[in-house]
């Protein structure tokens, strides 16, 4: 277990991740920007670091900022919550190589589930249920068909699109 976690996240995920590392008995360190000064998880948290501008890309998104703050505090490991850093892989493989254990899923399992096909087949392989579907598609033709296969209504979803999806 680790003694502190540095959140790199704001608002409720933040303050909710406050609120077990307490109940687990582990310190918590908030960052935040200067819009969020006064916001709930930097008043929640054990110790508090500012990390930056209101923009986002120039605080939550600053991996040398969150790296520093974990450094400065002594955190062990760090949450990213969701979004923001959350699913970047080199921020992951950054806080390996930084001794810092990244609280959620591997650099290579981002990747791997990063894509929806390669999930999709993942997840068939290990027998998880999942809605019919179809492999990828390369033209207009090959959706008809395997839209009539499946039935209507059906979504179409670019295998590497999405919002929030970070490649580093």
């Given amino acids: 277990m680790f003694r502190r976690v540095l ?16 109940r687990l008995g582990v310190e918590s360190v908030a960052v ?18 500012r990390i930056g ?8 998104l600053d991996v040398e900022r969150i790296l520093a703050a974990a450094r400065d505090t002594g955190a062990g490991a760090i ?15 950054r806080c390996e190589r930084e001794g810092l254990v990244f609280i959620g899923p591997t650099p290579e399992q981002m990747r791997a589930f990063g ?6 087949q993942l997840a068939a ?19 008809l068909a395997a839209a009539r296969a499946i039935g209507y209504p059906v979504m179409l979803k ?5 919002g929030g999806r970070n490649h580093s």
């Fill in 115 to 120: 894509l929806k096909h390669t999930a999709r």
């Fill in 32 to 49: 935040y920007s200067d819009a969020d000064r006064h916001s709930l998880h930097v008043t929640a948290a054990d110790r508090a670091v």
């Fill in 125 to 143: 392989e290990n027998d998880v249920p999942l809605l019919p579907g179809s492999a990828l598609l390369d033209t207009v033709e090959d959706a």
């Fill in 7 to 22: 959140i790199a996240n704001r608002g409720a995920i933040a303050c909710r991740v406050i609120r077990t590392l307490r």
């Fill in 53 to 60: 501008e209101p923009a986002a890309a120039r605080s939550y």
């Fill in 158 to 162: 670019s295998t590497a699109g999405g």
């Fill in 79 to 93: 949450h990213p919550g969701y979004g923001f850093l959350a699913e970047n892989d080199g921020f992951a493989e």
